[in-house]
């Protein structure tokens, strides 16, 4: 099968379109992991401890179970007992609960790395533990953690593919339609591989500019 330029202008609309529902995939489920991934972490540290063991088994069964079987679950089976979900919100939140999981032991690894004095020093001065955690802890804690994050947000973009199994209309399975109705696979499979290798690429120039301003920042 030769390679029809024509066809790709013709599917190339479509494509993007794809291309634009699996950034915006990307970008709500990175916001929900991020916040799900903090509060996994500040109840894993400072819970009473049956809380805090419960929270690490959710944690660890998340993270040790395939992503497609979550999404599955939250999709096809939740329904079953009255939780109806649009695709992409279910795809979101499947995103979001699976990284932020290991957002989780990001976030842990930062705050533990924040001086044990400064924990002190906010008693001292009669901080609250709402006041400490936003004031004080978060603030020195989440710089260096950003890189190590950013690493799981294209790690997410790449997982993307996965949500066409619950019916998201994302890039592959804006691929897959043009595909299955054209009978040609070459050109819009080709294209997106092309699309995530340039997002990705564009992604990982940004993950080092900020790994190099963070340096510099510390260095100061």
Do not use: C
């Amino acid at each position: 099968m030769e390679w029809d330029w024509n066809f790709v202008r013709e599917i190339t609309p479509s494509l993007v379109q794809g291309l634009k529902v699996t950034i915006l995939a990307t970008l709500l489920g990175a916001a929900v992991a991020a916040a799900f991934g903090l509060v996994f972490a500040i109840v894993r540290m400072t819970a009473p401890k049956p809380i805090a063991k419960l929270t690490g088994f959710i944690v660890e069964f998340i993270r040790g179970t395939p992503l497609l079987v979550q999404l599955y679950f939250i999709f096809f089976v939740l329904p079953d007992i009255g939780i109806r979900l649009p695709a992409l919100l279910a795809g979101v939140i499947g995103l979001g609960l699976h990284y932020g999981t290991y957002a989780a032991e990001v976030y842990r690894a930062g705050i533990e790395n924040v001086p044990r004095g400064q924990w002190e020093a906010a008693k001292a001065t009669n901080l609250t533990g709402r006041q400490t955690w936003i004031h004080v802890m978060l603030p020195q804690a989440i710089p260096p953690m950003i890189p190590a994050l950013a690493n799981y947000l294209i790690a997410m973009f790449k997982e993307t593919p996965l949500l066409s199994a619950i019916t998201v209309l994302e890039l592959m399975n804006q691929a897959k339609s043009v595909a299955n109705s054209s009978y040609r696979y070459i050109e819009p499979m080709t294209l997106v591989g092309i699309l995530f290798l340039i997002v990705s690429l564009i992604s990982v120039v940004f993950l080092r500019w900020l790994e190099e301003t963070y340096t510099r920042l510390e260095d100061r």
